[in-house]
């Protein structure tokens, strides 16, 4: 196993997001001994996009939203999250990085 180097002290957030933009963290932390925590209270931070769909595709989401009985943003939202769960998933069983 190589040697981890030490992570540096830092004087400010903005600084060590700075570092961690350029370093590669398995220089710094040894990831075999990573464990899974979760954060029951952590709030979800939501941020509003504008994005150009087809009409025939909102209206789509709009009937399998309508089905569930739930907004069809919801869908979108539902549709999105399961595409990005079955994509990391995939990759991993290929041995690719996420």
Request: zero cysteines.
């Amino acid at each position: 196993m190589k040697k981890l180097r030490q992570i540096p002290k830092f004087k400010s957030e903005d600084e060590e997001r700075e570092f961690w933009s350029k370093a590669d963290s398995v220089e710094y932390l040894d990831w075999s001994k990573a464990k899974s925590v979760k954060f029951p209270n952590l709030k979800i931070t939501n941020r509003t996009i504008s994005i150009r769909l087809p009409e025939s595709l909102i209206d789509g989401i709009k009937v399998l939203a309508n089905r569930q009985d739930i907004p069809y943003q919801s869908m979108l939202k539902i549709l999105l999250a399961e595409k990005v769960r079955e994509e990391f998933s995939q990759n991993l069983k290929k041995g690719k990085a996420a």
